[in-house]
Protein backbone atom coordinates (compact mmCIF):
# COMPACT_ATOMS: atom_id res chain seq x y z
CA UNK A 1 0.00 0.00 0.00
CA UNK A 2 1.47 3.04 -1.01
CA UNK A 3 -0.91 5.85 0.34
CA UNK A 4 0.92 9.14 0.26
CA UNK A 5 -0.50 10.73 3.92
CA UNK A 6 -1.13 14.45 4.18
CA UNK A 7 -2.59 15.46 7.89
CA UNK A 8 -2.28 18.90 6.64
CA UNK A 9 -5.72 18.87 4.62
CA UNK A 10 -7.44 18.66 7.95
CA UNK A 11 -6.56 22.35 9.00
CA UNK A 12 -5.37 23.73 5.35
CA UNK A 13 -8.88 25.07 3.45
CA UNK A 14 -11.74 24.64 4.79
CA UNK A 15 -11.55 21.33 6.47
CA UNK A 16 -11.18 22.34 9.84
CA UNK A 17 -13.90 24.77 9.49
CA UNK A 18 -16.27 22.13 8.42
CA UNK A 19 -15.41 19.96 11.17
CA UNK A 20 -16.40 22.09 13.85
CA UNK A 21 -19.35 23.25 12.18
CA UNK A 22 -19.92 18.96 12.07
CA UNK A 23 -19.08 18.87 15.81
CA UNK A 24 -21.45 21.42 16.71
CA UNK A 25 -24.61 20.33 14.36
CA UNK A 26 -24.20 16.88 16.43
CA UNK A 27 -23.90 18.14 19.74
CA UNK A 28 -27.24 20.47 18.53
CA UNK A 29 -29.00 17.53 17.18
CA UNK A 30 -27.91 15.23 19.86
CA UNK A 31 -28.67 17.92 23.08
CA UNK A 32 -32.06 18.69 21.46
CA UNK A 33 -32.95 14.85 20.66
CA UNK A 34 -31.65 13.90 24.19
CA UNK A 35 -34.33 16.56 25.91
CA UNK A 36 -36.85 14.99 23.66
CA UNK A 37 -35.89 11.66 24.54
CA UNK A 38 -35.96 12.31 28.27
CA UNK A 39 -39.38 13.45 28.77
CA UNK A 40 -41.00 10.69 26.46
CA UNK A 41 -38.84 8.21 28.59
CA UNK A 42 -39.89 9.36 31.70
CA UNK A 43 -43.18 9.50 31.03
CA UNK A 44 -44.14 6.42 28.99
CA UNK A 45 -41.98 4.92 31.78
CA UNK A 46 -43.71 6.06 34.28
CA UNK A 47 -46.80 5.25 32.47
CA UNK A 48 -45.87 1.69 32.10
CA UNK A 49 -45.96 1.36 35.42
CA UNK A 50 -49.55 3.10 36.49
CA UNK A 51 -52.19 1.07 38.22
CA UNK A 52 -55.01 1.95 35.04
CA UNK A 53 -54.35 -0.14 32.03
CA UNK A 54 -55.26 1.99 29.27
CA UNK A 55 -51.97 3.84 30.41
CA UNK A 56 -49.72 1.02 30.31
CA UNK A 57 -51.15 -0.16 26.92
CA UNK A 58 -50.74 3.05 25.09
CA UNK A 59 -47.13 3.60 26.54
CA UNK A 60 -46.21 -0.70 26.08
CA UNK A 61 -47.31 -0.07 22.29
CA UNK A 62 -45.13 3.25 21.93
CA UNK A 63 -41.98 1.62 23.34
CA UNK A 64 -42.18 -1.84 21.32
CA UNK A 65 -43.32 0.03 18.04
CA UNK A 66 -40.35 2.74 18.16
CA UNK A 67 -37.22 0.69 19.49
CA UNK A 68 -37.95 -2.17 17.60
CA UNK A 69 -37.70 -0.16 14.17
CA UNK A 70 -34.05 0.98 12.56
CA UNK A 71 -33.34 4.55 13.12
CA UNK A 72 -32.43 5.48 9.69
CA UNK A 73 -36.12 4.04 8.53
CA UNK A 74 -37.73 6.20 11.28
CA UNK A 75 -35.21 9.08 9.77
CA UNK A 76 -36.91 8.44 6.26
CA UNK A 77 -40.64 8.12 8.10
CA UNK A 78 -40.31 11.47 9.72
CA UNK A 79 -38.21 13.63 7.10
CA UNK A 80 -40.09 12.30 3.85
CA UNK A 81 -43.07 10.43 4.97
CA UNK A 82 -44.87 12.82 7.80
CA UNK A 83 -44.01 16.67 5.93
CA UNK A 84 -46.22 15.89 3.11
CA UNK A 85 -49.47 14.88 5.39
CA UNK A 86 -48.91 18.42 7.33
CA UNK A 87 -50.77 21.77 6.73
CA UNK A 88 -49.85 23.51 3.97
CA UNK A 89 -48.15 26.69 6.65
CA UNK A 90 -46.29 23.99 8.63
CA UNK A 91 -44.22 22.32 5.55
CA UNK A 92 -43.80 25.33 4.45
CA UNK A 93 -42.04 26.72 7.60
CA UNK A 94 -40.15 23.22 7.72
CA UNK A 95 -38.84 23.78 4.47
CA UNK A 96 -37.45 27.32 5.15
CA UNK A 97 -36.11 26.05 8.58
CA UNK A 98 -33.75 23.37 7.59
CA UNK A 99 -36.69 20.40 7.97
CA UNK A 100 -34.07 17.71 7.86
CA UNK A 101 -32.87 19.05 11.31
CA UNK A 102 -36.36 18.76 12.85
CA UNK A 103 -36.84 15.46 11.31
CA UNK A 104 -33.88 14.14 12.72
CA UNK A 105 -34.09 15.36 15.58
CA UNK A 106 -37.66 13.86 16.06
CA UNK A 107 -36.64 10.65 14.71
CA UNK A 108 -33.59 10.59 17.07
CA UNK A 109 -35.38 11.83 20.38
CA UNK A 110 -38.44 9.84 19.98
CA UNK A 111 -36.14 6.54 19.34
CA UNK A 112 -34.57 6.97 22.27
CA UNK A 113 -37.19 7.87 24.16
CA UNK A 114 -38.14 4.19 23.72
CA UNK A 115 -35.35 3.22 24.68
CA UNK A 116 -35.00 5.56 27.40
CA UNK A 117 -38.46 3.98 29.18
CA UNK A 118 -37.47 1.00 29.14
CA UNK A 119 -34.52 2.07 31.47
CA UNK A 120 -36.57 4.46 33.70
CA UNK A 121 -39.66 1.65 33.95
CA UNK A 122 -36.61 -1.27 35.04
CA UNK A 123 -35.78 2.06 37.90
CA UNK A 124 -39.02 2.29 39.29
CA UNK A 125 -39.65 -1.38 39.26
CA UNK A 126 -36.71 -1.68 41.25
CA UNK A 127 -37.98 0.26 43.55
CA UNK A 128 -39.42 -1.20 47.09
CA UNK A 129 -43.13 -1.00 46.52
CA UNK A 130 -43.66 -0.24 50.32
CA UNK A 131 -42.17 3.45 49.01
CA UNK A 132 -45.32 3.52 47.05
CA UNK A 133 -47.72 2.34 49.64
CA UNK A 134 -46.24 4.52 52.38
CA UNK A 135 -46.62 7.50 50.16
CA UNK A 136 -50.23 6.82 49.39
CA UNK A 137 -50.94 6.22 53.23
CA UNK A 138 -49.52 9.80 53.29
CA UNK A 139 -52.65 10.79 51.42
CA UNK A 140 -50.74 12.02 47.99
CA UNK A 141 -52.72 11.17 44.49
CA UNK A 142 -50.98 8.44 42.60
CA UNK A 143 -49.94 11.63 40.40
CA UNK A 144 -47.91 13.33 43.28
CA UNK A 145 -46.56 9.75 44.23
CA UNK A 146 -44.91 9.80 40.85
CA UNK A 147 -43.75 13.39 40.74
CA UNK A 148 -42.77 13.55 44.19
CA UNK A 149 -40.98 10.23 44.99
CA UNK A 150 -41.04 7.17 42.41
CA UNK A 151 -39.47 9.68 39.38
CA UNK A 152 -37.07 11.30 41.66
CA UNK A 153 -35.54 7.68 43.22
CA UNK A 154 -35.93 6.03 39.72
CA UNK A 155 -33.74 8.70 38.18
CA UNK A 156 -31.02 8.73 40.68
CA UNK A 157 -30.87 4.77 40.46
CA UNK A 158 -31.02 4.89 36.12
CA UNK A 159 -27.76 7.17 36.23
CA UNK A 160 -25.02 4.27 34.82
CA UNK A 161 -28.12 2.31 32.27
CA UNK A 162 -29.09 6.27 30.95
CA UNK A 163 -25.53 7.37 30.71
CA UNK A 164 -24.65 4.40 28.54
CA UNK A 165 -27.55 4.82 26.25
CA UNK A 166 -27.33 8.78 26.14
CA UNK A 167 -23.51 8.27 24.46
CA UNK A 168 -25.81 5.63 22.10
CA UNK A 169 -28.00 8.72 21.35
CA UNK A 170 -24.99 10.80 20.19
CA UNK A 171 -23.45 7.82 18.04
CA UNK A 172 -26.63 7.19 16.34
CA UNK A 173 -26.77 11.00 15.40
CA UNK A 174 -24.67 10.40 12.91
CA UNK A 175 -27.62 8.48 11.08
CA UNK A 176 -28.83 11.37 10.70
CA UNK A 177 -26.49 12.02 7.51
CA UNK A 178 -28.58 9.95 5.60
CA UNK A 179 -31.33 12.61 5.57
CA UNK A 180 -28.27 15.29 4.61
CA UNK A 181 -28.02 16.92 7.98
CA UNK A 182 -24.59 18.26 7.85
CA UNK A 183 -22.97 16.48 11.12
CA UNK A 184 -19.86 15.31 12.03
CA UNK A 185 -19.73 12.11 10.00
CA UNK A 186 -21.07 13.82 7.14
CA UNK A 187 -18.50 16.63 7.69
CA UNK A 188 -16.14 13.83 7.47
CA UNK A 189 -17.24 12.73 3.95
CA UNK A 190 -17.03 16.22 2.39
CA UNK A 191 -13.91 16.86 3.75
CA UNK A 192 -12.96 13.09 2.22
CA UNK A 193 -14.44 14.12 -0.95
CA UNK A 194 -12.61 17.52 -1.65
CA UNK A 195 -9.46 16.44 -0.54
CA UNK A 196 -9.33 12.69 -1.71
CA UNK A 197 -7.78 11.83 1.75
CA UNK A 198 -9.77 9.47 3.55
CA UNK A 199 -7.76 7.89 5.82
CA UNK A 200 -7.14 11.45 7.46
CA UNK A 201 -10.34 12.70 6.83
CA UNK A 202 -12.12 9.58 9.01
CA UNK A 203 -9.50 9.53 11.70
CA UNK A 204 -10.62 13.72 12.28
CA UNK A 205 -14.05 12.44 12.42
CA UNK A 206 -13.47 8.95 14.21
CA UNK A 207 -10.78 10.60 17.16
CA UNK A 208 -13.74 13.66 17.68
CA UNK A 209 -16.51 11.19 18.52
CA UNK A 210 -13.60 8.87 20.96
CA UNK A 211 -12.78 11.91 22.83
CA UNK A 212 -16.47 12.49 23.04
CA UNK A 213 -17.22 9.66 23.95
CA UNK A 214 -14.69 8.92 26.56
CA UNK A 215 -15.06 12.72 28.01
CA UNK A 216 -18.54 12.04 28.95
CA UNK A 217 -18.01 8.73 30.24
CA UNK A 218 -15.43 9.85 32.31
CA UNK A 219 -17.52 12.72 33.60
CA UNK A 220 -20.54 10.63 34.69
CA UNK A 221 -18.59 8.62 36.14
CA UNK A 222 -18.18 11.04 38.92
CA UNK A 223 -21.90 12.58 38.71
CA UNK A 224 -22.79 8.67 39.00
CA UNK A 225 -21.27 8.49 42.45
CA UNK A 226 -22.83 11.73 43.15
CA UNK A 227 -26.07 10.63 43.03
CA UNK A 228 -25.95 6.97 43.65
CA UNK A 229 -28.12 6.75 46.75
CA UNK A 230 -26.05 5.41 49.82
CA UNK A 231 -27.00 1.67 50.71
CA UNK A 232 -28.59 0.95 47.57
CA UNK A 233 -25.91 0.94 44.91
CA UNK A 234 -23.02 -0.94 45.53
CA UNK A 235 -20.56 1.07 43.56
CA UNK A 236 -21.93 4.41 45.36
CA UNK A 237 -19.72 6.70 47.72
CA UNK B 1 -54.87 10.84 0.12
CA UNK B 2 -53.29 7.22 1.92
CA UNK B 3 -52.96 5.23 -0.50
CA UNK B 4 -51.75 1.73 0.60
CA UNK B 5 -52.16 0.14 -2.88
CA UNK B 6 -48.18 0.93 -3.67
CA UNK B 7 -47.25 -1.56 -1.17
CA UNK B 8 -49.82 -4.13 -2.40
CA UNK B 9 -48.00 -3.44 -6.25
CA UNK B 10 -44.78 -3.36 -5.01
CA UNK B 11 -44.92 -6.17 -2.11
CA UNK B 12 -42.67 -8.79 -4.28
CA UNK B 13 -40.21 -6.75 -4.85
CA UNK B 14 -39.92 -5.38 -1.06
CA UNK B 15 -39.90 -9.19 0.21
CA UNK B 16 -38.31 -10.77 -2.14
CA UNK B 17 -35.62 -8.66 -3.47
CA UNK B 18 -35.40 -6.14 -0.17
CA UNK B 19 -36.00 -8.87 2.74
CA UNK B 20 -34.64 -12.16 1.30
CA UNK B 21 -32.47 -10.63 -1.27
CA UNK B 22 -33.63 -12.65 -4.34
CA UNK B 23 -33.74 -10.98 -7.74
CA UNK B 24 -31.12 -8.96 -9.85
CA UNK B 25 -29.90 -6.61 -7.26
CA UNK B 26 -28.41 -9.43 -4.91
CA UNK B 27 -28.73 -7.58 -1.59
CA UNK B 28 -30.97 -8.64 1.29
CA UNK B 29 -31.29 -8.02 4.61
CA UNK B 30 -31.64 -11.48 6.03
CA UNK B 31 -28.70 -12.52 3.57
CA UNK B 32 -26.77 -9.66 5.68
CA UNK B 33 -27.71 -10.32 8.98
CA UNK B 34 -27.54 -13.69 9.83
CA UNK B 35 -24.07 -13.93 8.91
CA UNK B 36 -23.25 -11.05 10.19
CA UNK B 37 -24.78 -12.37 13.79
CA UNK B 38 -23.09 -16.16 13.12
CA UNK B 39 -19.54 -14.27 12.43
CA UNK B 40 -19.73 -11.60 15.25
CA UNK B 41 -20.71 -13.97 17.49
CA UNK B 42 -17.85 -16.21 16.83
CA UNK B 43 -15.42 -13.69 16.74
CA UNK B 44 -16.99 -11.80 19.80
CA UNK B 45 -16.89 -15.22 22.11
CA UNK B 46 -12.42 -15.09 21.22
CA UNK B 47 -13.04 -11.31 21.95
CA UNK B 48 -14.80 -11.61 24.95
CA UNK B 49 -12.30 -14.80 26.76
CA UNK B 50 -9.12 -12.86 25.15
CA UNK B 51 -10.29 -9.41 27.32
CA UNK B 52 -10.23 -12.19 30.16
CA UNK B 53 -7.07 -13.73 29.72
CA UNK B 54 -4.18 -13.40 32.11
CA UNK B 55 -1.94 -12.63 29.54
CA UNK B 56 -1.57 -8.83 29.09
CA UNK B 57 -0.73 -9.07 25.69
CA UNK B 58 -3.86 -10.49 24.61
CA UNK B 59 -5.96 -8.91 27.25
CA UNK B 60 -4.92 -5.13 26.37
CA UNK B 61 -5.45 -5.25 22.71
CA UNK B 62 -9.10 -7.02 23.20
CA UNK B 63 -10.01 -4.33 25.74
CA UNK B 64 -8.58 -1.66 23.29
CA UNK B 65 -10.12 -2.82 20.43
CA UNK B 66 -13.70 -3.17 22.36
CA UNK B 67 -12.97 0.21 24.06
CA UNK B 68 -12.48 2.05 20.24
CA UNK B 69 -15.40 0.58 18.78
CA UNK B 70 -17.85 1.48 21.54
CA UNK B 71 -16.65 5.14 21.21
CA UNK B 72 -17.24 5.47 17.36
CA UNK B 73 -20.78 5.24 15.56
CA UNK B 74 -21.47 2.41 13.19
CA UNK B 75 -21.67 4.68 10.25
CA UNK B 76 -18.72 5.41 10.76
CA UNK B 77 -17.08 2.00 10.90
CA UNK B 78 -18.77 1.49 7.26
CA UNK B 79 -16.86 4.13 6.07
CA UNK B 80 -13.93 3.30 7.20
CA UNK B 81 -13.91 -0.32 5.76
CA UNK B 82 -16.06 1.23 2.47
CA UNK B 83 -12.63 3.49 1.84
CA UNK B 84 -9.67 1.51 3.59
CA UNK B 85 -10.35 -2.14 2.17
CA UNK B 86 -9.98 -1.47 -1.86
CA UNK B 87 -7.11 0.94 -0.59
CA UNK B 88 -5.33 -2.03 1.00
CA UNK B 89 -6.68 -4.87 -1.21
CA UNK B 90 -6.08 -2.91 -4.30
CA UNK B 91 -9.57 -4.29 -5.74
CA UNK B 92 -12.65 -3.08 -5.63
CA UNK B 93 -15.03 -4.95 -2.86
CA UNK B 94 -18.33 -5.33 -3.79
CA UNK B 95 -21.14 -3.65 -0.85
CA UNK B 96 -22.39 -6.84 0.13
CA UNK B 97 -18.22 -7.86 1.39
CA UNK B 98 -17.91 -4.16 3.09
CA UNK B 99 -20.97 -4.49 4.67
CA UNK B 100 -20.41 -7.59 6.46
CA UNK B 101 -16.91 -6.93 7.06
CA UNK B 102 -17.66 -3.73 8.85
CA UNK B 103 -21.03 -5.44 10.96
CA UNK B 104 -18.67 -8.38 11.87
CA UNK B 105 -16.01 -6.22 13.09
CA UNK B 106 -18.32 -3.65 14.77
CA UNK B 107 -20.76 -6.66 16.92
CA UNK B 108 -17.70 -8.75 17.73
CA UNK B 109 -16.88 -5.90 20.17
CA UNK B 110 -20.49 -6.23 21.43
CA UNK B 111 -20.77 -9.87 21.67
CA UNK B 112 -17.13 -9.94 23.26
CA UNK B 113 -18.74 -7.53 26.53
CA UNK B 114 -21.54 -10.11 26.71
CA UNK B 115 -19.66 -12.63 26.58
CA UNK B 116 -17.14 -11.32 28.90
CA UNK B 117 -20.43 -10.77 31.75
CA UNK B 118 -21.65 -13.87 30.83
CA UNK B 119 -18.41 -15.88 31.40
CA UNK B 120 -17.62 -13.56 34.52
CA UNK B 121 -21.01 -14.76 36.01
CA UNK B 122 -19.75 -18.26 36.55
CA UNK B 123 -18.64 -18.84 40.13
CA UNK B 124 -14.88 -18.99 40.21
CA UNK B 125 -15.56 -22.07 42.19
CA UNK B 126 -16.41 -23.93 39.08
CA UNK B 127 -12.96 -23.17 37.58
CA UNK B 128 -11.40 -24.57 40.09
CA UNK B 129 -13.11 -27.26 40.54
CA UNK B 130 -12.25 -28.74 36.91
CA UNK B 131 -8.70 -27.82 37.54
CA UNK B 132 -8.53 -29.56 40.23
CA UNK B 133 -10.24 -32.73 38.50
CA UNK B 134 -7.67 -32.44 35.96
CA UNK B 135 -9.16 -30.23 32.94
CA UNK B 136 -7.06 -28.10 30.61
CA UNK B 137 -7.62 -24.27 30.57
CA UNK B 138 -9.18 -25.17 26.91
CA UNK B 139 -11.36 -28.21 28.55
CA UNK B 140 -12.36 -26.30 31.62
CA UNK B 141 -14.10 -23.53 28.87
CA UNK B 142 -15.25 -26.46 26.60
CA UNK B 143 -16.87 -28.17 28.94
CA UNK B 144 -17.96 -26.34 31.91
CA UNK B 145 -17.50 -22.59 32.13
CA UNK B 146 -18.96 -21.63 28.64
CA UNK B 147 -22.49 -24.17 28.94
CA UNK B 148 -23.02 -22.27 31.40
CA UNK B 149 -22.07 -18.68 30.53
CA UNK B 150 -23.70 -19.57 27.26
CA UNK B 151 -27.20 -19.76 29.32
CA UNK B 152 -26.55 -16.78 31.19
CA UNK B 153 -26.13 -15.29 28.40
CA UNK B 154 -29.08 -15.57 25.92
CA UNK B 155 -31.27 -12.88 26.97
CA UNK B 156 -28.51 -10.08 26.63
CA UNK B 157 -27.39 -12.18 23.30
CA UNK B 158 -30.82 -11.52 21.78
CA UNK B 159 -31.15 -8.07 22.70
CA UNK B 160 -27.75 -7.52 20.68
CA UNK B 161 -29.08 -9.97 17.78
CA UNK B 162 -32.10 -7.49 17.61
CA UNK B 163 -29.88 -4.74 17.57
CA UNK B 164 -27.37 -6.03 14.73
CA UNK B 165 -30.68 -6.88 12.97
CA UNK B 166 -31.98 -3.42 13.00
CA UNK B 167 -28.38 -1.97 12.00
CA UNK B 168 -28.33 -3.92 8.73
CA UNK B 169 -30.81 -1.27 7.32
CA UNK B 170 -27.41 1.55 7.85
CA UNK B 171 -25.88 -1.00 4.64
CA UNK B 172 -27.95 0.64 2.55
CA UNK B 173 -26.14 3.76 2.81
CA UNK B 174 -23.16 2.50 0.47
CA UNK B 175 -25.64 1.21 -1.58
CA UNK B 176 -26.66 -2.39 -0.35
CA UNK B 177 -30.29 -2.84 -1.87
CA UNK B 178 -31.48 -3.93 1.50
CA UNK B 179 -35.40 -3.50 2.47
CA UNK B 180 -34.60 -0.16 3.69
CA UNK B 181 -32.93 0.68 0.23
CA UNK B 182 -35.35 -1.16 -1.50
CA UNK B 183 -38.21 1.12 -0.10
CA UNK B 184 -36.27 3.90 -1.08
CA UNK B 185 -36.03 2.56 -4.78
CA UNK B 186 -39.79 1.72 -4.82
CA UNK B 187 -40.47 5.29 -3.42
CA UNK B 188 -38.38 7.36 -6.10
CA UNK B 189 -40.51 5.88 -8.67
CA UNK B 190 -43.96 5.99 -6.45
CA UNK B 191 -43.24 8.86 -4.24
CA UNK B 192 -45.43 7.32 -1.29
CA UNK B 193 -43.10 8.10 1.30
CA UNK B 194 -45.38 7.46 3.97
CA UNK B 195 -47.05 4.13 3.20
CA UNK B 196 -43.81 2.51 1.59
CA UNK B 197 -41.58 3.50 4.97
CA UNK B 198 -44.20 2.60 7.23
CA UNK B 199 -44.87 -1.01 6.06
CA UNK B 200 -41.10 -1.42 6.15
CA UNK B 201 -41.04 -0.27 9.55
CA UNK B 202 -43.72 -2.97 10.29
CA UNK B 203 -41.55 -5.72 8.62
CA UNK B 204 -38.38 -5.21 10.71
CA UNK B 205 -41.13 -4.75 13.52
CA UNK B 206 -42.03 -8.21 12.96
CA UNK B 207 -38.92 -9.73 13.35
CA UNK B 208 -37.53 -7.90 15.95
CA UNK B 209 -40.37 -8.66 17.90
CA UNK B 210 -40.46 -12.27 17.53
CA UNK B 211 -37.16 -12.05 19.09
CA UNK B 212 -37.39 -10.52 21.41
CA UNK B 213 -40.45 -12.61 22.86
CA UNK B 214 -38.41 -15.48 21.98
CA UNK B 215 -35.86 -14.15 24.82
CA UNK B 216 -38.63 -13.76 26.94
CA UNK B 217 -40.38 -16.69 26.66
CA UNK B 218 -36.67 -17.90 27.70
CA UNK B 219 -35.52 -15.98 30.36
CA UNK B 220 -39.11 -17.00 31.79
CA UNK B 221 -38.19 -20.61 31.56
CA UNK B 222 -34.65 -20.06 33.15
CA UNK B 223 -36.30 -18.05 36.08
CA UNK B 224 -38.65 -21.34 36.74
Redesign the interface.
Known amino acids: ?1 N ?1 QFNWSVLWSGQSGGWLLHGLLLTLAISVLAWVLAAVLGIVSGAMRTVPWKPLRVIATFYV ?2 FR ?7 M ?2 WY ?3 P ?2 LPRVVQDWLFNHSAEFWAGMFALGVYHGARMSEIIRAGILSIPRTQFEAAVAMGLTTFQVYRLIIVPIALRLIVPPATNDSLNLL ?5 A ?2 ISVAEL ?1 FQ ?2 QV ?1 TYTAK ?2 EA ?1 TA ?2 VI ?2 VL ?2 GIAAIMTRVERRFAIPGLIARGG | ?1 LDFGVVVANFKFLIVQGLFGVGSFGGGTLRLAIPAIVLGFSIGVFVGLARLARARWISVPATLYV ?2 I ?7 VI ?2 IW ?2 IP ?2 L ?1 LPIPEYGVALTAFVIFEAAYFGEIVRAGIQSVPRGQVEAATAVGLTFAQTMRFVVLPQAIRNMVPALVTQM ?1 VLF ?5 A ?2 IGYVDL ?1 KA ?2 IV ?1 NREIK ?6 F ?2 VV ?2 IF ?2 SM ?1 LFARRFERRLAS
Open positions: MYEFNVPLLVWFFFGVPLKNSSVLTTAREAILGTYLCL | MEFRGVPLVMFWFIQLKIKDTSLSITAQNPFELYLIAYFTYS
